[in-house]
C-alpha cells in the first residue's frame, strides 16, 4: 500500500480537470499511415458523443489480465494496425488505481495519509505528500481508433505509456478482428470485441508486467534526420551522429518486421505513431472515406481485471480511492 501512493512522489502532477471529457475538433489532424495523404478529424466521422462523468457510458467489463503473455493474435485474412503514442490529449471519465482496491485498503490509505501529513516538517515533504496522490490515481485519456478498411477485418495493436481509454469507431461495413492494449499504465477499451479476442498487457502493478514492451516510433533513415538537422543548422555535422541513428534505424525496422509480427502474428499494414513520442487525439486505420460516416455512441467498455476502475469526476475519483484532493 505504501508503495502505491510513494512511488510517484516525485513525478509531474497528473492532470486536473473534473475528468468531464471533451470532443475533438473536426478539424483536428488525424496521425495516418506513411504515404497517406493529411485528413482531419471532420473529415472522416461525424464525431464521437461527449462522455460525461454521470451516468456511466456502459457497464465495465473486466478483461482478465494474467502472467501467461498470451494475447489475441491476427487470424488468417485479417490486416493489421500498429498504434502508439505516448499518450492522449483528451480527458475522459475512466479513473483508476492500478491494483484491486478493498475498503481495508481505502482505510489504511486514508490513514497513513493522515499520518503523513502530520508528520511533515517542510515544504518540500508537504509538496511530496501532494504529488504521490495526484499521481496514485490515473486518469485515463481518450484516443479515437477511426477504422474504415472494410476489404478484410482489421486487428488492433495499441500501444501507449499513459493510460489510455481507446475508443473504436467503426466505418459501416468494418470488421474488427481483435483487439490487444500494450501500456506502461493500464488502458481500456471502449467498443470493443469480444474478451476473447480481446487483450491487456501493462507495467504498473500487473500481472502483465513482464509482457510489457515499450513502443516504436517508425523507422527515421539517416539521410532523413541529416537533412532535418541542417534545416535547423546549415554547419551540421552528422560524423558524431551517424553511427547511433544507423544503429537506431536498424533496431526500428527490426522491431516492425520481426518483434510486432510476433505480438500480433503479422506485419502490420498500417503504423500509426506520433514519430516525436508525443500525444494525439485520434488515428485513420484504412482509406480516408466518400463521406463522414456517423460515430457510435460508446456501448461497452472494458478494463483489465487488476485494476480498481471509477468513472465520473476527479474530485469524485480521489475520495472514493481515499484520496483527500484538500491535501
Known amino acids: 500500500m505504501r508503495h502505491l501512493i510513494w512511488a510517484s512522489a516525485f513525478l509531474a502532477l497528473s492532470a486536473c480537470g473534473n475528468g468531464g471529457g471533451s470532443s475533438i475538433a473536426a478539424s483536428t489532424p488525424l496521425v495516418v499511415a506513411e504515404g497517406q495523404p493529411a485528413i482531419s478529424y471532420g473529415q472522416v466521422t461525424s464525431g464521437t458523443p461527449k462522455l460525461s462523468p454521470a ?3 456502459a457497464p465495465l467489463e473486466e478483461v482478465r489480465t494474467s502472467a501467461a503473455c498470451r494475447t489475441p493474435k491476427a487470424r488468417s485474412g485479417a490486416k493489421t494496425a500498429y498504434v502508439y503514442t505516448y499518450g492522449g490529449g483528451v480527458s475522459s471519465p475512466l479513473h483508476h488505481i492500478d491494483r484491486k482496491d478493498t475498503p481495508e485498503a481505502i482505510a489504511e490509505r486514508e490513514a497513513l495519509i493522515r499520518e503523513r501529513k502530520t508528520n511533515a516538517k517542510t515544504a518540500i515533504q508537504r509538496e511530496a505528500i501532494g504529488m504521490a496522490i495526484g499521481n496514485a490515481v490515473q486518469n485515463s485519456r481518450q484516443i479515437d481508433v477511426l477504422v474504415t478498411e472494410t476489404d478484410a477485418p482489421v486487428f488492433l495493436y ?4 499513459d493510460s489510455v481509454l481507446w475508443n473504436i469507431q ?4 468494418v470488421e474488427i478482428d481483435g483487439i490487444v ?7 481500456a477499451i471502449a467498443n470493443g470485441v469480444d474478451a476473447a479476442r480481446t487483450g491487456f498487457i501493462s507495467f504498473d502493478n ?3 508486467r513482464k509482457c510489457y514492451i515499450g513502443g ?15 534545416r535547423l543548422n546549415p554547419d551540421f555535422d552528422p560524423r558524431r551522429y551517424k553511427a547511433q541513428w544507423e544503429q537506431e ?3 526500428a525496422t527490426r522491431f516492425f518486421r520481426q518483434d510486432v509480427k510476433k505480438l500480433s502474428g503479422k506485419r502490420p499494414q498500417w503504423i500509426l505513431n506520433d514519430a516525436r513520442g508525443s500525444a494525439f487525439n485520434a488515428v485513420l486505420v484504412g482509406p480516408a472515406p466518400a463521406a463522414p460516416f ?4 460508446v456501448s461497452r467498455v472494458q478494463i483489465p481485471s487488476h485494476i480498481t476502475p471509477y468513472w465520473g469526476g476527479r474530485k469524485d475519483a480521489y475520495k472514493a480511492f481515499g484520496l483527500s484532493p484538500s491535501s
Do not use: F
Open 294 to 297: 456517423e460515430a457510435q455512441a
Open 216 to 230: 516504436q516510433g517508425r523507422a527515421i533513415p539517416v539521410e532523413e534526420r541529416i537533412a532535418s538537422a541542417k
Open 55 to 57: 451516468p456511466l457510458a
Open 249 to 251: 534505424y536498424r533496431d
Open 181 to 187: 492494449v500494450n501500456s506502461y499504465n493500464a488502458g
Open 170 to 173: 467503426r466505418a459501416p461495413g
Open 158 to 161: 495499441l500501444t501507449s505509456y
Open 206 to 208: 500487473s500481472p502483465t
